[in-house]
């Protein structure tokens, strides 16, 4: 069996192209998103800090008299832990939706055209009383 490779013609290569034209002069400036995306690797890196700056901090400070130090300093950890989980589960979130708002915002392309036939006069509706009369 022998395969004979595809060969577009430049006609069907022209067709293509049609397909896929841009509507130049037509994207949304950037707005909100792109500030977004900018400030959160700080707001990330700032947001991570907090936690941790709250676990380092139990363990330098002395503790009050009648209190498990061992006990007080892992639920300090996994509140820190959890919290860090959470914080950086919500940037990604914030992130992906700034992405989608970008890509959205992109170039408009050329629509192909659906002829309707019933677009001068359309068909009266089945289950409209008014326009059986």
């Known amino acids: 069996m022998s395969q004979v490779a595809s060969v577009n013609t430049p ?6 192209m049609k397909l896929f034209r841009k509507l130049h002069g037509r994207k949304t400036p950037h707005g909100l998103e792109i500030r977004i995306l ?8 700032v947001g991570s800090l ?4 709250l676990s380092v901090l139990v363990r330098i400070t002395p503790s ?9 300093i892992k639920s300090v950890d996994i509140f820190a832990i959890a919290t860090e ?4 589960t919500a940037v990604f979130t ?13 170039p408009a392309y050329v629509a192909d055209a659906y002829p309707v036939e019933h677009a001068d006069h359309p068909a009266p509706r089945r289950d409209d009383p008014a326009e059986k009369r």
Do not use: S
């Open 38 to 45: 900018r400030r959160l690797p700080r707001i990330a890196l």
């Open 11 to 16: 006609a069907e290569n022209k067709l293509a």
């Open 94 to 106: 914030v992130a992906i939706g700034c992405v989608v708002v970008y890509v959205m915002k992109g």
């Open 85 to 88: 989980v959470t914080f950086l």
């Open 64 to 72: 009050e008299p009648g209190i498990d130090r061992a006990k007080h």
């Open 50 to 53: 907090l936690p941790i700056a």
